[in-house]
């Protein structure tokens, strides 16, 4: 019902701006082409406006959705707004034609326009990346400049100058400077979008202060994995679920308080911890943290746990490298709560050196005698065992060869986005239901 209500709200918000522009001024719009240019225009403000709500992530849409959905949402509605901004200005400068309202427009739009393709090419797994143009655009701009993770953020938060400029934009159109009621129309959605973002920025960094972390211990797993072992200086992090992420923001001497999601390995009857792979500016400095560093958590976020499908009798997980991590969390839960379950763990290596948790996963299987760990190696032909890449060809052979029962199972996808998609096509071709395929896709 969260769901329904949502997207009714957020697909019909516009008509709020719509129906006050039509009513205080009807007989400007008996022109198609100005009333076109209207309701591009409002589709798009009102549309903007609700990208900073998205992003401030508000628990009351995260829990219903899940972030990844949140987050795929977001990308899709930004290129769906700055579409229609563009008509709306193609439209005004052809019949209204050019003056400063409409530049300064412009200049609002182009700003959101080269945030927008940055944030898709280099942050988040886009649709557009599907197209060549796209795909080599990504290519040039990364052997341009390697942005890191740290840069892109701060780039995305030039949106919100863009916004403040596409407000001054709309405050000043006839509409809004002859008309009382629409300048206040106006002022509401920058002042709610404007409070969102603060809180997000500031108000709850601030408050996540209150209840800092303490890094307790720091394990290297193997040569480019760590676990971050935490406790909590107050009160501890609000139960989590196994296999949900959080944001964690560290302050050592060589972080600083940056925060960056990482999935909780940890089961909710442990101590909090994440296990890391160095992979980029940031995670190549984790294992340099030391005990007693300040740690900010903000969540839990996700929907990826198995607790979340309880119709679901046995579990096959399908992982890549270092998307283990929620499965360590569901893992070890499910050998306190659930240990008789029946669990397949296709677990795909480029080397068997690329394994981590290793003594946990030898407890775990010790108290989980339906648990069965096949590591599948890709990189090593002299691997004693499953070789090659994950396919549909593999999963059927080895969910048989385990005897899984596909009527009561729930399958729990996590690691690239190439063998999160091939997974994903070899199941449904499998003919499992699309509603026991899990998984959440991030490129955060």
């Known amino acids: 019902m969260k769901k329904i209500f949502f997207m009714i709200f957020y697909f019909f918000s516009p008509f709020i701006l719509i129906l006050s522009l039509w009513f205080t001024n009807s007989n400007q719009y008996s022109n198609p082409l100005i009333l076109t240019s209207m309701i591009?225009?409002?589709?798009?403000?009102?549309?903007?406006?609700?990208?900073?709500?998205?992003?401030?992530?508000?628990?009351?849409?995260?829990?219903?959705?899940?972030?990844?959905?949140?987050?795929?949402?977001?990308?899709?509605?930004?290129?769906?707004?700055?579409?229609?901004?563009?008509?709306?200005?193609?439209?005004?400068?052809?019949?209204?034609?050019?003056?400063?309202?409409?530049?300064?427009?412009?200049?609002?739009?182009?700003?959101?326009?080269?945030?927008?393709?940055?944030?898709?090419?280099?942050?988040?797994?886009?649709?557009?990346?599907?197209?060549?143009?796209?795909?080599?655009?990504?290519?040039?701009?990364?052997?341009?400049?390697?942005?890191?993770?740290?840069?892109?953020?701060?780039?995305?938060?030039?949106?919100?100058?863009?916004?403040?400029?596409?407000?001054?934009?709309?405050?000043?159109?006839?509409?809004?400077?002859?008309?009382a009621f629409i300048t206040s129309v106006y002022i509401f959605y920058l002042v709610v979008s404007l409070s969102f973002y603060l809180y997000h920025k500031f108000l709850k960094p601030a408050y996540l202060q209150k209840n800092k972390y303490l890094v307790k211990d720091v394990i290297k797993e193997n040569d480019d994995v760590w676990t971050i072992?935490?406790?909590?200086?107050?009160?501890?992090?609000?139960?989590?679920?196994?296999?949900?992420?959080?944001?964690?923001?560290?302050?050592?001497?060589?972080?600083?308080?940056?925060?960056?999601?990482?999935?909780?390995?940890?089961?909710?009857?442990?101590?909090?911890?994440?296990?890391?792979?160095?992979?980029?500016?940031?995670?190549?400095?984790?294992?340099?943290?030391?005990?007693?560093?300040?740690?900010?958590?903000e969540g839990p976020f996700g929907v990826f746990s198995y607790v979340n499908h309880p119709q679901e009798q046995e579990t096959v997980f399908i992982v890549g490298g270092i998307g283990i991590t929620p499965v360590m969390s569901m893992v070890k839960h499910?050998?306190?709560?659930?240990?008789?379950?029946?669990?397949?763990?296709?677990?795909?290596?480029?080397?068997?050196?690329?394994?981590?948790?290793?003594?946990?996963?030898?407890?775990?299987?010790?108290?989980?005698?339906?648990?069965?760990?096949?590591?599948?190696?890709?990189?090593?032909?002299?691997f004693d065992g499953e070789k090659g890449y994950i396919n549909q060809e593999m999963i059927k052979k080895l969910t048989e060869k385990v005897q899984i029962d596909q009527s009561v199972t729930g399958y729990y996808i996590c690691g690239p986005s190439i063998l999160m998609d091939n997974c994903i096509d070899a199941l449904l071709k499998m003919e499992i239901s699309h509603k026991r395929i899990h998984f959440e896709k991030f490129a955060l």
């Open 40 to 179: 591009m225009g409002s589709l798009a403000y009102t549309w903007i406006s609700l990208q900073f709500v998205l992003s401030a992530r508000p628990k009351f849409i995260e829990v219903p959705f899940g972030m990844d959905k949140i987050y795929r949402f977001h990308g899709i509605m930004a290129v769906v707004s700055i579409l229609g901004a563009i008509v709306h200005a193609i439209i005004n400068e052809e019949v209204i034609g050019e003056s400063i309202i409409t530049t300064i427009g412009s200049a609002a739009l182009v700003i959101f326009v080269l945030i927008s393709l940055l944030t898709m090419l280099s942050m988040t797994p886009s649709f557009i990346l599907r197209y060549p143009p796209f795909k080599w655009l990504k290519k040039t701009i990364e052997a341009w400049k390697k942005f890191t993770y740290e840069q892109l953020r701060f780039i995305h938060n030039f949106t919100v100058v863009a916004y403040v400029i596409l407000n001054i934009h709309v405050l000043l159109t006839p509409n809004a400077r002859n008309n």
């Open 229 to 297: 072992r935490m406790q909590p200086t107050n009160k501890k992090l609000k139960t989590h679920i196994p296999g949900q992420f959080a944001f964690f923001s560290f302050k050592g001497e060589k972080q600083r308080f940056l925060e960056h999601p990482f999935s909780i390995s940890s089961s909710p009857d442990d101590d909090l911890s994440i296990t890391v792979k160095e992979l980029g500016d940031f995670t190549k400095t984790i294992g340099q943290l030391k005990v007693d560093d300040f740690v900010l958590v």
């Open 334 to 382: 499910m050998s306190i709560h659930d240990p008789n379950r029946k669990v397949l763990l296709i677990w795909g290596m480029n080397t068997i050196a690329d394994q981590v948790a290793k003594d946990m996963m030898t407890e775990i299987v010790a108290r989980m005698k339906n648990l069965t760990i096949i590591p599948v190696i890709s990189k090593d032909s002299t």
